[in-house]
């Protein structure tokens, strides 16, 4: 079975342009969480979605950053304009309401801002 | 004062050493608690839930002490293959129990 995908896996932009994250959660996962990792701050959860529904966005760092889920397979993350210091690591994970404790993470996007 | 907090290390062993990281948190309402590993430059995978009678698999155990809220992991007989980041996880919020996750121990095995 496949696994959590995310696209792209790189990505290099320059400041104040627009950059979108995508992720396909696993099939039949109801819950998607979008994390960013940094060296200094570690893993923070930023957005959590379940049955497509934001229930916890308190992690968004700035209106510039934005999530979309409209639908069971499909999520973005949006930051418009981009910063230097949203260079990360931003990472994809999902897991079924049954077991929602039990993330399991896409491969991730390094993204990188100048 | 993070929610929480381990040794970032690196630990240095040699093969077939046994190593134990450990880790505190500070929300007294976290019901759940688990270890993830990641490997350089990849996600974190689950390694194991961490129940308060404490338990085994293979040659991972794992402790938790509610009234200290401190969180252990002991790894027997390391492997080349046991390098990686060890990360602290536990459950925290209201309503809904986000996982928050420590910044990681990371152990490095030689020959």
């Known amino acids: 079975d496949a696994g959590v995908i995310q696209s792209p896996r790189h990505e290099v932009t320059e400041m104040g342009q627009e950059v979108t994250l995508r992720c396909k959660p696993i099939?039949?996962?109801?819950?998607l969480f979008w994390y960013r990792q940094t060296m200094m701050r570690g893993l923070e959860l930023l957005i959590y979605?379940?049955?497509?529904?934001?229930?916890?966005d308190s992690g968004m760092p700035e209106d510039r950053f934005s999530a979309k889920m409209p639908n069971a397979s499909f999520s973005t993350l949006k930051i418009q304009p981009s910063e230097p210091r949203d260079s990360a690591v931003y990472f994809c994970?999902?897991?079924?309401?049954?077991?929602?404790?039990?993330?399991?993470f896409g491969p991730g996007t390094r993204l990188l801002v100048l | 004062r993070k929610e929480v907090e381990q040794d970032p290390g690196p630990f240095n062993v040699p093969e077939g050493a046994t190593v134990a990281f450990n880790c505190t948190y500070s929300?007294?309402?976290?019901?759940?608690f688990f270890w993830y590993r990641q490997d350089c430059r990849k996600e974190p995978k689950l390694l194991m839930s961490?129940?308060?009678s404490g338990n085994e698999d293979g040659r991972f155990t794992a402790q938790l002490n509610r009234a200290s809220q401190y969180i252990s992991l002991l790894i027997r007989d390391s492997k080349l293959s046991d390098s990686a980041t060890y990360l602290c996880?536990?459950?925290?919020?209201?309503?809904?129990?986000?996982?928050?996750f420590g910044t990681g121990t990371r152990l490095l095995v030689s020959p």
């Open positions: 994970a999902s897991s079924s309401t049954r077991r929602m404790e039990t993330q399991y």
């Open positions: 099939s039949g996962h109801n819950s």
């Open positions: 979605f379940n049955n497509n529904v934001p229930i916890d």
């Open positions: 929300n007294s309402a976290s019901q759940s």
């Open positions: 961490v129940y308060s």
């Open positions: 996880v536990v459950t925290g919020g209201t309503g809904f129990q986000k996982l928050v």
